[in-house]
């Protein structure tokens, strides 16, 4: 048995090669393949009722003058990357990430409007053509060093088998398994080096199945194909809550970190609207629902903070 220390990722988020290049056209109505899968074999993306959201103006009073006189809050986002932020049946931007900013917007008085954007370039934007970037962004310290981030949910790598865990997988023991993912992810990178030193050891490698999509991969997983699915903790929470019941999760969270909202270093009145807005969604529920209907509730955090160590 191959036992592994998780060490941190200085990137949660790694969209494969495939959908990076495709993501170079920023227009909000050209999905990724993954995007157009969850979104197709989703019977019902979740539709969260933020009616019950309401300014607080002690709150919005924070804003700087220039975006309260504007009254809108644009956001730069890659939208290939489900639940957090993809695009929906209608070519709208659709997911978590897009539901806490309405809910911040509600909060502050503002409409908030999603720019679609290459991820690499949401960041370099940030502060110019874009006034925040609420796009699944970890926390680290070579982006504090640039700009400034709001911590609002904690993500990391997790796992799921087909529901009773008929193999009897566990995640510290995957040589000789079928490993489901991703192709191109962190996770794919991370299952090579770990299948390499199974093979250091003398035991069997993991017998890696790289699909295009996550969906594809959880599929083959409750469908009997593969042994376990890895991939970011986001991304496993969804396709377990819509499995109806084929998957479950096991072993813990690996290398799991803060992710942030980008803002300005320069605007840090912003900062703090942002980050009291988003206290007071954790502070009276609306968070925890939010991602509870993403299936992803497991990722509260009690505080938000600006700049946050990672």
């Known amino acids: 048995m191959t036992s592994y220390r998780p060490r941190r990722r200085a990137l949660l988020r790694a969209a494969p090669l495939a959908l990076a290049a495709a993501a170079l056209t920023p227009a ?66 659709i997911g978590y990430d897009m539901d806490i900013l309405a809910a911040i917007g509600e909060v502050l008085g503002l409409r908030t409007r999603t720019e679609a954007a290459v991820f690499a370039q949401i960041i370099p934007a940030v502060g110019s053509t874009y006034d925040v970037g609420i796009s699944s962004f970890t926390i680290n310290e070579e982006r ?9 949910f904690q993500a990391g790598i997790s796992y799921a088998v087909k529901a009773g865990n008929p193999y009897g997988i566990h995640p510290d023991d995957l040589c000789g398994q079928r490993v489901a993912l991703q192709v191109g992810t962190y996770q794919e990178e991370l299952s090579l080096e770990r299948s390499q030193e199974c093979r250091d050891e003398g035991d069997a490698a993991y017998d890696l199945l790289a699909y295009a999509s996550n969906s594809d ?36 969270i690996e290398e799991s970190a803060l992710n942030g909202i980008v803002v300005a270093k320069d605007q840090p009145e912003l900062a703090e609207a942002i980050r009291a807005a988003l206290q007071h969604l954790i502070d009276t529920g609306h968070m925890e629902r939010i991602l509870a209907a993403w299936g992803n509730d497991a990722g509260m955090i009690p505080t938000a903070e600006v700049n946050p160590q990672p």
Do not use: H, W
Not at 46 to 72: K, N
Not at 144 to 152: I, R
């Open 28 to 93: 909000l109505a050209s999905c990724t393949r993954a995007s157009e899968t969850l979104d197709a074999e989703s019977n019902a993306v979740p539709e969260v009722d933020l009616s019950g959201i309401e300014e607080v103006p002690e709150i919005s009073a924070l804003l700087p003058a220039s975006i309260r006189e504007r009254g809108e809050l644009v956001n730069g986002a890659a939208l290939n990357y489900a639940p957090g932020e993809f695009v929906g049946s209608s070519g709208e931007a």
């Open 144 to 152: 504090l060093a640039a700009v400034s981030m709001v911590s609002y």
């Open 217 to 252: 991969a959880a599929t083959n997983v409750a469908g009997g194909k593969g042994d376990i699915l890895m991939a970011d903790s986001p991304v496993t929470a969804y396709a377990i809550a819509r499995s109806r019941g084929t998957l479950e999760q096991i072993g813990e």
